[in-house]
């Protein structure tokens, strides 16, 4: 899970039965290890700290020109704390006032430009996608993905390097992707290989690892696997806890091209990639290298975390029935909190919240990580909302020495799921790190 929606949702379910919630919105780990509350000051601009997430990212997309700060700024004044319909449109009508200035700039024969207004169309609009829920308009969902995708692949079109559309074969189906290289030469370069979370985009894919690949030589390969972008609103593909039977065939792609340094794949897992990404490297040891981005040992452990004890219980008695009243009768007195679970729980396909609880008990490392051979970067930033501790625990459980686990902290900017403010210096940390590894290959 990658949003602060699934902790508010569980918080709630442990008032409405009269029990403190188990979650805070954020678990004040920089505060216990000394860091002043002043270097925490900057990074709110709402008190809903969902809605305050969601600027961060797209105020920490800037670094790699995916949006202008003083848009970003712009943006946030003219939302109200907590109402996700201010959200949506105001991300939606600068969104599309960059599509706009894009198709104008376009035509204008303004390529450059052109491209830098898609980037921030794209950003803006899917942003947009996670407030749908909360306002009321599930409908909204795809056509708004769709149009922010189509924004990228505009953009994409107008790169200075090679941006390939690729089908990979899986299951008797493919997968989507894309396939994006420094330049057109056909030599053997080291793969950057980049697994979603639960619910972001390829742009932020892009951003999170693509665009410095590529500055730094890499081929890279970007994908939506099952409960991810393309592969869940086009395809209706869904989550799966064996996320190997997923990154094998993308490997075998990989190998598949004779641009591909076969000894210097890397695999990257984002937000809830941090549980993917180690879980495939348990099975697939063609990886030469992973980073994990937080470390997740367990993904379950957000989803329980919030439960009051009487839904445990039902859960763990298997009374479908019962659990499944309880869970929505407490929902249906929150709506907020039924819209965050509708949106974190649709990635898995299932119609019962009790299934659902179910199901993503598979989703552990637990009895695996003595799997993983190759070299892992585990990061662990300050205020780890959704898998607090998780980065700690999973470097300690792996098995020798090719680990690696870097901190991200409050003083620096740095804090909170997967650095959102500052992509950056997370990438000058993760790199170093990775060209480090790969050159003792």
Known sequence: MNRFAFIGATAAL??????????????????AAGTPTSARAGDAFFTDAPMNFIFLIVLGGVYYGV??????????????????????????????????????????????????????????????????????????????????????????????????????????????????????????RPLFIIANGSDASVLDMWVQGGASAIDRGYNVLIFDGPGQGAALWLQHLHFRPDFERVVTPVVDFALRRPDVDSKRMVLQGISQGGYWAPRAMAFEHRIAAGIADPGVYDVSATWYAGLPPPLIRLLDAGNKAAFDHAFIGNMSAHPKSQADYAFRSRPFGLDSPFDVFTAVKQYTL??????????????????????????????EKLPGTKKAIVRFTAAEGANHHCEPAAPGLRSLRVFDWLDTTLAQI
């Open 14 to 31: 442990g008032s409405t039965a009269g029990i403190a919630p188990a979650i805070a919105q954020s678990p004040p780990s920089a505060l």
């Open 67 to 188: 949006g202008d700060v003083g848009t970003a700024l712009a943006m946030i004044n003219e939302v109200v704390d907590g109402d996700s319909g201010s959200a949506y449109a105001a991300l939606n009508a600068y969104g599309e006032r960059a599509y706009s200035a894009a198709d104008s700039a376009l035509k204008a024969g303004h390529r450059i430009s052109a491209r830098s207004y898609y980037l921030q169309a794209s950003n803006y609009i899917f942003a947009s996608t996670y407030f749908c829920d909360g306002m009321g308009a599930p409908d909204k969902m795809v056509p708004t993905w769709q149009r922010s995708r189509t924004a990228l692949d505009a953009a994409f079109a107008l790169f200075d390097r090679p941006v390939e559309h690729v089908n990979i074969p899986y299951e008797g189906t493919t997968l989507p992707g894309y396939f994006i290289k420094p330049d057109g030469s056909p030599q053997p």
């Open 366 to 395: 637990a009895g695996l990580v003595d799997r993983i051979t190759a070299p892992l970067l585990i990061t662990d930033p300050d205020n780890e909302q959704f898998f607090p501790g998780q980065p700690r625990e999973l470097f």
